[in-house]
Protein backbone atom coordinates (compact mmCIF):
# COMPACT_ATOMS: atom_id res chain seq x y z
CA UNK A 1 0.00 0.00 0.00
CA UNK A 2 3.33 2.19 0.64
CA UNK A 3 3.59 2.34 -2.98
CA UNK A 4 0.23 3.95 -3.59
CA UNK A 5 0.56 6.84 -1.71
CA UNK A 6 3.56 8.14 -3.66
CA UNK A 7 3.98 11.96 -4.68
CA UNK A 8 1.63 13.12 -7.09
CA UNK A 9 5.31 14.10 -9.48
CA UNK A 10 5.57 10.51 -10.33
CA UNK A 11 5.89 9.84 -13.83
CA UNK A 12 2.91 9.62 -16.17
CA UNK A 13 4.01 6.15 -17.43
CA UNK A 14 4.13 4.85 -13.77
CA UNK A 15 1.15 6.21 -12.58
CA UNK A 16 -0.18 4.68 -15.46
CA UNK A 17 1.41 1.62 -14.68
CA UNK A 18 -0.07 1.71 -10.88
CA UNK A 19 -3.75 2.51 -12.57
CA UNK A 20 -3.77 -0.39 -14.59
CA UNK A 21 -2.66 -3.07 -11.79
CA UNK A 22 -5.43 -1.25 -9.42
CA UNK A 23 -8.36 -0.27 -11.60
CA UNK A 24 -10.45 -2.11 -14.40
CA UNK A 25 -10.65 -0.28 -17.36
CA UNK A 26 -13.02 -1.65 -20.00
CA UNK A 27 -14.99 -0.95 -22.99
CA UNK A 28 -17.98 -3.05 -21.48
CA UNK A 29 -17.83 -0.65 -18.36
CA UNK A 30 -17.64 2.66 -20.21
CA UNK A 31 -21.11 1.47 -21.89
CA UNK A 32 -22.83 0.34 -18.35
CA UNK A 33 -21.49 3.56 -17.02
CA UNK A 34 -22.81 6.01 -20.26
CA UNK A 35 -26.22 4.06 -19.99
CA UNK A 36 -26.76 4.71 -16.45
CA UNK A 37 -25.34 8.58 -16.76
CA UNK A 38 -28.30 8.72 -19.56
CA UNK A 39 -30.83 7.21 -17.44
CA UNK A 40 -30.21 9.12 -14.55
CA UNK A 41 -30.80 12.54 -16.61
CA UNK A 42 -34.06 11.06 -18.14
CA UNK A 43 -36.95 11.71 -16.44
CA UNK A 44 -39.86 10.08 -18.20
CA UNK A 45 -39.19 6.70 -17.07
CA UNK A 46 -40.20 6.81 -13.96
CA UNK A 47 -39.56 4.29 -10.94
CA UNK A 48 -38.56 1.73 -13.99
CA UNK A 49 -35.40 4.32 -14.48
CA UNK A 50 -34.76 3.47 -11.04
CA UNK A 51 -34.91 -0.07 -11.05
CA UNK A 52 -32.75 -0.08 -14.09
CA UNK A 53 -30.41 2.47 -12.61
CA UNK A 54 -29.53 -0.22 -9.38
CA UNK A 55 -29.33 -3.17 -11.89
CA UNK A 56 -26.64 -1.33 -13.87
CA UNK A 57 -24.75 -0.24 -10.51
CA UNK A 58 -24.65 -3.68 -9.68
CA UNK A 59 -23.24 -4.97 -13.11
CA UNK A 60 -20.39 -2.74 -12.75
CA UNK A 61 -19.98 -2.96 -8.90
CA UNK A 62 -19.54 -6.96 -10.19
CA UNK A 63 -16.70 -6.13 -12.11
CA UNK A 64 -14.74 -3.11 -9.89
CA UNK A 65 -15.79 -4.18 -6.39
CA UNK A 66 -12.21 -5.56 -6.10
CA UNK A 67 -10.79 -2.36 -7.42
CA UNK A 68 -13.42 0.19 -4.75
CA UNK A 69 -12.05 -2.37 -1.79
CA UNK A 70 -8.08 -1.48 -2.80
CA UNK A 71 -8.95 2.02 -3.18
CA UNK A 72 -11.05 2.33 -0.28
CA UNK A 73 -8.33 3.71 2.74
CA UNK A 74 -7.86 6.58 0.64
CA UNK A 75 -11.38 7.40 -0.26
CA UNK A 76 -13.28 6.55 2.40
CA UNK A 77 -13.57 10.49 3.53
CA UNK A 78 -15.94 10.49 0.84
CA UNK A 79 -18.47 8.73 2.66
CA UNK A 80 -18.58 10.86 5.68
CA UNK A 81 -21.70 13.13 4.79
CA UNK A 82 -23.66 10.21 3.57
CA UNK A 83 -23.06 8.65 6.89
CA UNK A 84 -23.84 11.85 8.70
CA UNK A 85 -27.15 11.95 6.07
CA UNK A 86 -28.23 8.63 7.56
CA UNK A 87 -27.37 9.10 11.13
CA UNK A 88 -29.84 11.61 11.27
CA UNK A 89 -32.76 9.35 11.01
CA UNK A 90 -31.97 9.05 15.00
CA UNK A 91 -32.93 12.34 15.24
CA UNK A 92 -35.22 12.91 12.48
CA UNK A 93 -38.69 14.84 12.88
CA UNK A 94 -39.73 12.27 10.22
CA UNK A 95 -37.21 9.17 10.63
CA UNK A 96 -38.69 6.87 8.10
CA UNK A 97 -38.67 9.49 5.42
CA UNK A 98 -34.57 9.72 6.39
CA UNK A 99 -33.74 6.77 6.59
CA UNK A 100 -35.27 5.64 3.30
CA UNK A 101 -33.86 9.05 1.23
CA UNK A 102 -30.72 9.01 3.26
CA UNK A 103 -30.12 5.46 2.04
CA UNK A 104 -30.74 6.24 -1.59
CA UNK A 105 -28.45 9.64 -1.32
CA UNK A 106 -25.86 7.19 0.40
CA UNK A 107 -26.54 4.66 -2.67
CA UNK A 108 -26.08 7.49 -5.38
CA UNK A 109 -22.77 8.69 -3.81
CA UNK A 110 -21.59 4.76 -3.75
CA UNK A 111 -22.51 4.40 -7.37
CA UNK A 112 -20.28 7.61 -8.04
CA UNK A 113 -17.29 5.75 -6.52
CA UNK A 114 -17.50 2.77 -8.06
CA UNK A 115 -17.83 4.09 -11.58
CA UNK A 116 -14.43 6.14 -10.85
CA UNK A 117 -13.07 3.00 -9.82
CA UNK A 118 -14.33 0.94 -12.85
CA UNK A 119 -13.18 3.43 -15.66
CA UNK A 120 -10.28 5.74 -16.15
CA UNK A 121 -10.98 9.42 -16.70
CA UNK A 122 -10.66 9.11 -20.77
CA UNK A 123 -13.53 6.86 -20.35
CA UNK A 124 -15.05 9.46 -18.21
CA UNK A 125 -15.17 11.77 -19.85
CA UNK A 126 -16.58 10.16 -23.13
CA UNK A 127 -19.03 8.80 -21.15
CA UNK A 128 -20.15 11.87 -19.95
CA UNK A 129 -19.99 13.36 -24.00
CA UNK A 130 -21.95 10.21 -25.30
CA UNK A 131 -24.89 10.44 -22.29
CA UNK A 132 -25.56 14.25 -22.44
CA UNK A 133 -25.21 14.40 -26.35
CA UNK A 134 -27.88 11.28 -26.13
CA UNK A 135 -29.97 13.06 -23.91
CA UNK A 136 -29.90 16.09 -26.24
CA UNK A 137 -30.47 14.54 -29.29
CA UNK A 138 -33.50 12.84 -27.66
CA UNK A 139 -34.56 15.65 -26.70
CA UNK A 140 -34.96 16.92 -30.05
CA UNK A 141 -37.25 14.32 -31.09
CA UNK A 142 -39.79 14.06 -28.21
CA UNK A 143 -42.17 17.18 -28.12
CA UNK A 144 -42.57 17.72 -24.14
CA UNK A 145 -42.39 21.39 -23.29
CA UNK A 146 -42.72 22.96 -19.73
CA UNK A 147 -43.23 26.13 -18.66
CA UNK A 148 -40.87 29.39 -17.95
CA UNK A 149 -41.10 32.91 -16.61
CA UNK A 150 -40.20 33.58 -20.87
CA UNK A 151 -43.09 30.81 -21.60
CA UNK A 152 -43.14 27.46 -22.88
CA UNK A 153 -39.55 25.59 -23.07
CA UNK A 154 -38.63 22.49 -24.50
CA UNK A 155 -37.23 19.97 -22.15
CA UNK A 156 -37.55 17.10 -24.12
CA UNK A 157 -36.51 13.88 -22.13
CA UNK A 158 -35.67 16.06 -18.68
CA UNK A 159 -37.94 17.09 -16.43
CA UNK A 160 -37.77 20.89 -16.25
CA UNK A 161 -35.97 23.63 -18.20
CA UNK A 162 -33.22 23.78 -15.05
CA UNK A 163 -32.18 20.07 -16.04
CA UNK A 164 -32.51 20.57 -20.13
CA UNK A 165 -30.08 23.84 -19.09
CA UNK A 166 -27.49 21.31 -16.76
CA UNK A 167 -27.43 18.84 -19.61
CA UNK A 168 -27.14 21.25 -21.91
CA UNK A 169 -24.11 22.88 -20.64
CA UNK A 170 -22.45 19.41 -19.35
CA UNK A 171 -22.74 18.39 -23.66
CA UNK A 172 -20.96 21.45 -24.23
CA UNK A 173 -18.04 21.41 -21.76
CA UNK A 174 -17.72 17.52 -22.45
CA UNK A 175 -17.74 17.92 -26.31
CA UNK A 176 -14.68 20.93 -25.87
CA UNK A 177 -12.98 18.32 -23.41
CA UNK A 178 -13.43 15.15 -26.46
CA UNK A 179 -12.46 18.28 -29.40
CA UNK A 180 -8.88 18.70 -27.87
CA UNK A 181 -7.96 15.26 -26.56
CA UNK A 182 -6.57 13.21 -29.28
CA UNK A 183 -6.91 10.00 -27.14
CA UNK A 184 -10.49 10.29 -27.76
CA UNK A 185 -12.04 8.23 -31.29
CA UNK A 186 -11.79 9.96 -34.12
CA UNK A 187 -15.64 9.59 -34.91
CA UNK A 188 -16.58 11.24 -31.49
CA UNK A 189 -14.11 14.28 -31.77
CA UNK A 190 -15.97 14.83 -35.10
CA UNK A 191 -19.02 14.61 -33.74
CA UNK A 192 -18.10 17.28 -30.98
CA UNK A 193 -18.70 20.21 -33.54
CA UNK A 194 -22.64 19.47 -33.67
CA UNK A 195 -22.68 18.41 -30.13
CA UNK A 196 -21.96 21.90 -29.41
CA UNK A 197 -23.78 23.72 -31.72
CA UNK A 198 -27.24 21.66 -30.88
CA UNK A 199 -26.23 21.72 -27.42
CA UNK A 200 -25.81 25.28 -27.42
CA UNK A 201 -29.46 26.01 -29.47
CA UNK A 202 -31.42 24.42 -26.92
CA UNK A 203 -29.91 26.03 -24.09
CA UNK A 204 -30.19 29.54 -25.52
CA UNK A 205 -34.31 28.25 -26.43
CA UNK A 206 -34.42 26.94 -22.45
CA UNK A 207 -33.74 30.69 -21.36
CA UNK A 208 -31.52 29.65 -18.46
CA UNK A 209 -29.53 32.26 -17.07
CA UNK A 210 -27.31 30.06 -14.73
CA UNK A 211 -27.16 27.90 -18.13
CA UNK A 212 -25.43 30.21 -19.94
CA UNK A 213 -23.22 31.84 -17.66
CA UNK A 214 -22.23 28.31 -16.45
CA UNK A 215 -21.87 27.13 -19.77
CA UNK A 216 -19.53 30.57 -20.64
CA UNK A 217 -17.35 29.81 -17.27
CA UNK A 218 -16.47 25.80 -17.77
CA UNK A 219 -15.77 26.73 -21.20
CA UNK A 220 -13.51 29.41 -20.31
CA UNK A 221 -11.77 27.23 -17.25
CA UNK A 222 -11.27 24.63 -19.12
CA UNK A 223 -9.26 26.40 -22.18
CA UNK A 224 -7.67 28.34 -19.52
CA UNK A 225 -6.35 25.30 -17.75
CA UNK A 226 -4.95 23.99 -20.78
CA UNK A 227 -3.28 27.21 -21.78
CA UNK A 228 -1.25 26.30 -18.93
CA UNK A 229 0.10 22.80 -20.46
CA UNK A 230 3.31 23.99 -22.03
CA UNK A 231 4.52 25.45 -18.68
CA UNK A 232 6.51 24.03 -15.85
CA UNK A 233 4.86 22.41 -12.79
CA UNK A 234 6.53 25.51 -10.90
CA UNK A 235 5.31 28.16 -13.58
CA UNK A 236 1.64 26.18 -13.46
CA UNK A 237 1.76 26.45 -9.84
CA UNK A 238 2.43 30.27 -9.42
CA UNK A 239 0.11 31.16 -12.28
CA UNK A 240 -2.83 29.15 -10.13
CA UNK A 241 -1.72 30.88 -6.94
CA UNK A 242 -2.05 34.03 -8.60
CA UNK A 243 -5.24 33.35 -9.62
CA UNK A 244 -6.66 32.70 -6.28
CA UNK A 245 -4.91 35.57 -5.05
CA UNK A 246 -7.15 38.07 -7.77
CA UNK A 247 -9.88 35.72 -6.92
CA UNK A 248 -9.83 36.49 -3.17
CA UNK A 249 -11.53 40.06 -2.76
CA UNK A 250 -14.43 37.96 -5.09
CA UNK A 251 -14.76 35.02 -2.19
CA UNK A 252 -14.68 37.90 0.46
CA UNK A 253 -17.34 40.06 -1.20
CA UNK A 254 -19.30 37.39 -1.98
CA UNK A 255 -22.53 38.81 -0.74
CA UNK A 256 -21.98 41.89 -3.01
CA UNK A 257 -21.11 39.69 -6.15
CA UNK A 258 -24.62 37.62 -5.72
CA UNK A 259 -26.67 40.89 -5.44
CA UNK A 260 -24.88 41.85 -8.34
CA UNK A 261 -25.39 38.83 -10.08
CA UNK A 262 -29.29 39.11 -9.27
CA UNK A 263 -29.08 42.57 -10.78
CA UNK A 264 -28.07 40.93 -14.36
CA UNK A 265 -30.23 38.15 -14.29
CA UNK A 266 -33.35 40.79 -13.78
CA UNK A 267 -31.97 43.23 -16.15
CA UNK A 268 -30.10 41.48 -18.78
CA UNK A 269 -32.04 37.84 -18.89
CA UNK A 270 -35.58 39.79 -17.73
CA UNK A 271 -35.58 37.36 -14.18
CA UNK A 272 -38.11 38.04 -11.20
CA UNK A 273 -36.36 39.77 -9.19
CA UNK A 274 -37.06 37.20 -5.88
CA UNK A 275 -35.38 34.41 -8.29
CA UNK A 276 -38.72 32.61 -8.74
CA UNK A 277 -39.17 32.82 -4.79
CA UNK A 278 -35.72 31.57 -4.18
CA UNK A 279 -35.48 34.62 -1.48
CA UNK A 280 -38.44 32.83 0.26
CA UNK A 281 -36.99 29.96 0.42
CA UNK A 282 -34.02 30.71 1.85
CA UNK A 283 -35.50 32.99 4.48
CA UNK A 284 -37.89 29.82 5.70
CA UNK A 285 -34.61 27.56 5.38
CA UNK A 286 -32.86 30.42 7.89
CA UNK A 287 -35.94 30.57 9.88
CA UNK A 288 -35.47 26.02 10.29
CA UNK A 289 -31.35 26.51 10.95
CA UNK A 290 -32.40 28.99 13.50
CA UNK A 291 -34.70 26.44 15.41
CA UNK A 292 -32.32 23.11 15.39
CA UNK A 293 -28.74 24.95 14.62
CA UNK A 294 -26.26 21.85 15.92
CA UNK A 295 -27.67 18.22 14.12
CA UNK A 296 -30.85 19.91 11.64
CA UNK A 297 -34.26 18.40 11.18
CA UNK A 298 -33.23 15.09 9.43
CA UNK A 299 -32.55 14.12 5.58
CA UNK A 300 -35.60 15.30 3.47
CA UNK A 301 -37.81 15.43 6.80
CA UNK A 302 -38.25 18.90 6.58
CA UNK A 303 -39.55 18.51 2.67
CA UNK A 304 -41.26 15.01 3.22
CA UNK A 305 -42.25 14.83 6.41
CA UNK A 306 -46.01 15.71 7.85
CA UNK A 307 -45.28 18.68 10.09
CA UNK A 308 -47.01 22.28 9.36
CA UNK A 309 -43.97 23.76 7.79
CA UNK A 310 -44.19 20.77 5.49
CA UNK A 311 -47.30 21.75 4.45
CA UNK A 312 -47.42 25.52 4.41
CA UNK A 313 -43.97 25.11 2.08
CA UNK A 314 -45.79 22.34 -0.16
CA UNK A 315 -49.18 24.89 -0.03
CA UNK A 316 -46.63 28.09 -1.49
CA UNK A 317 -45.07 26.03 -4.17
CA UNK A 318 -48.55 24.77 -4.99
CA UNK A 319 -46.82 20.95 -4.90
CA UNK A 320 -48.69 17.93 -3.51
CA UNK A 321 -45.45 16.72 -2.38
CA UNK A 322 -42.05 17.18 -1.84
CA UNK A 323 -39.95 15.08 -3.29
CA UNK A 324 -38.23 17.05 -6.09
CA UNK A 325 -38.44 20.43 -4.31
CA UNK A 326 -35.71 21.51 -2.33
CA UNK A 327 -34.68 25.11 -1.10
CA UNK A 328 -32.63 25.90 -4.30
CA UNK A 329 -29.55 26.74 -1.96
CA UNK A 330 -27.11 23.41 -1.27
CA UNK A 331 -25.63 25.28 2.03
CA UNK A 332 -28.73 25.76 3.38
CA UNK A 333 -30.44 22.97 2.27
CA UNK A 334 -27.78 20.66 3.81
CA UNK A 335 -27.78 22.58 7.42
CA UNK A 336 -31.57 22.64 7.94
CA UNK A 337 -31.40 18.52 6.85
CA UNK A 338 -28.41 17.87 8.81
CA UNK A 339 -27.18 20.89 11.30
CA UNK A 340 -23.92 23.16 11.16
CA UNK A 341 -22.23 19.67 12.11
CA UNK A 342 -23.28 18.10 8.86
CA UNK A 343 -22.34 21.15 6.82
CA UNK A 344 -18.73 21.14 8.35
CA UNK A 345 -18.50 17.13 7.26
CA UNK A 346 -19.91 18.42 4.03
CA UNK A 347 -17.65 21.05 3.45
CA UNK A 348 -14.25 18.88 4.28
CA UNK A 349 -15.71 16.61 1.49
CA UNK A 350 -16.30 19.28 -1.08
CA UNK A 351 -12.85 21.26 0.17
CA UNK A 352 -10.88 17.39 -0.16
CA UNK A 353 -12.35 16.94 -3.80
CA UNK A 354 -11.60 20.82 -5.02
CA UNK A 355 -8.04 20.73 -3.40
CA UNK A 356 -7.09 17.20 -4.46
CA UNK A 357 -8.31 17.85 -8.47
CA UNK A 358 -6.06 20.95 -8.21
CA UNK A 359 -3.39 19.13 -7.09
CA UNK A 360 -3.86 17.03 -10.47
CA UNK A 361 -4.05 19.99 -12.71
CA UNK A 362 -0.70 21.45 -11.17
CA UNK A 363 1.60 18.28 -10.90
CA UNK A 364 -0.38 16.31 -14.49
CA UNK A 365 -2.45 18.77 -16.13
CA UNK A 366 -3.79 16.66 -19.19
CA UNK A 367 -7.16 17.43 -20.54
CA UNK A 368 -9.08 15.03 -18.23
CA UNK A 369 -7.73 16.75 -15.14
CA UNK A 370 -8.73 19.85 -16.75
CA UNK A 371 -12.29 19.20 -17.65
CA UNK A 372 -12.48 17.51 -14.09
CA UNK A 373 -11.57 20.85 -12.49
CA UNK A 374 -13.62 22.95 -14.58
CA UNK A 375 -16.48 20.48 -13.65
CA UNK A 376 -15.87 20.77 -10.10
CA UNK A 377 -15.72 25.10 -10.85
CA UNK A 378 -19.35 24.65 -12.19
CA UNK A 379 -20.99 22.76 -9.67
CA UNK A 380 -19.42 25.16 -6.75
CA UNK A 381 -20.88 27.76 -9.24
CA UNK A 382 -24.59 25.94 -8.85
CA UNK A 383 -24.23 25.63 -5.01
CA UNK A 384 -25.87 29.40 -4.28
CA UNK A 385 -28.91 29.10 -6.50
CA UNK A 386 -29.59 25.46 -6.72
CA UNK A 387 -28.76 21.65 -4.85
CA UNK A 388 -25.97 19.61 -5.98
CA UNK A 389 -26.45 16.70 -3.80
CA UNK A 390 -29.25 14.64 -3.45
CA UNK A 391 -30.27 11.04 -4.12
CA UNK A 392 -30.22 9.70 -7.54
CA UNK A 393 -29.15 12.88 -9.28
CA UNK A 394 -26.12 12.52 -11.71
CA UNK A 395 -24.81 15.81 -10.32
CA UNK A 396 -23.91 14.08 -7.00
CA UNK A 397 -22.99 11.33 -9.24
CA UNK A 398 -20.41 12.88 -10.81
CA UNK A 399 -19.27 15.16 -7.88
CA UNK A 400 -18.23 12.08 -5.87
CA UNK A 401 -16.89 10.50 -8.86
CA UNK A 402 -14.83 13.22 -9.42
CA UNK A 403 -13.32 12.78 -5.59
CA UNK A 404 -12.22 9.25 -6.79
CA UNK A 405 -10.10 10.54 -9.75
CA UNK A 406 -9.47 13.40 -7.54
CA UNK A 407 -8.27 12.03 -3.94
CA UNK A 408 -6.86 8.46 -5.67
CA UNK A 409 -4.76 10.23 -7.76
CA UNK A 410 -6.09 8.47 -10.68
CA UNK A 411 -4.17 10.08 -13.35
CA UNK A 412 -3.65 9.13 -17.31
CA UNK A 413 -0.63 10.46 -18.99
CA UNK A 414 -0.96 12.97 -21.35
CA UNK A 415 -0.93 10.27 -24.52
CA UNK A 416 -1.04 6.75 -23.80
CA UNK A 417 2.11 4.55 -23.56
CA UNK A 418 2.12 1.01 -25.46
CA UNK A 419 2.17 -1.90 -22.90
CA UNK A 420 1.02 0.07 -19.68
CA UNK A 421 -2.54 -0.39 -20.47
CA UNK A 422 -5.16 -2.04 -22.19
CA UNK A 423 -6.01 -1.14 -26.24
CA UNK A 424 -8.84 1.13 -26.25
CA UNK A 425 -10.10 0.65 -29.72
CA UNK A 426 -9.62 4.19 -30.33
CA UNK A 427 -9.14 4.12 -34.39
Same mark, same amino acid.
Given at each position: ?????????????????????????????????????????????????????????????????????????????????????????????????????????????????????????????????????????????????????????????????????????????????????????????????? *? %? @? $????? =??????? !?? &???????????????????????????????????????????????????????????????????????????????????????????????????????????????????????????????????? *? %? @? $????? =??????? !?? &???????????????????????????????????????????????????????????????????
Amino acid at each position: MASLEQSPRMASPERARLDASMFGDTTLAQVQVTLLLSLMTISIFGAASNVAQIVLVLMIASQAWRSLLTAMPRIWILLTFPAMAVASTMWSDAPMISLRYSLQFAYTVAAGLLVAVAIGPRRMVAALYISSAVVVFGSLFVNRWGMSEEGPVLIGLTGSKNQIASVCQMAIAAAFAVMFDKEQPAWMRRSSFI *G %V @F $LALSM =LLQAHSA !TG &VLTAMGATAAFVGLLLLRPLGTGARLGVILAALVVLTPVVVAKDVVVREAQEVATKVFKKDATLTGRTYLWRKADELIAQKPTLGHGYRAVWLGKSMTTIGLLRWTGLSDGRGFHFHHTFREVTVDTGYIGL *G %V @F $LVSLG =LIGFSLL !TN &VVWNLTVPTAFFFSAYLTMISRVFTEVIVGPFSPMTLLLFALGVYGVARRNEPARLQPGLVEDRGRR
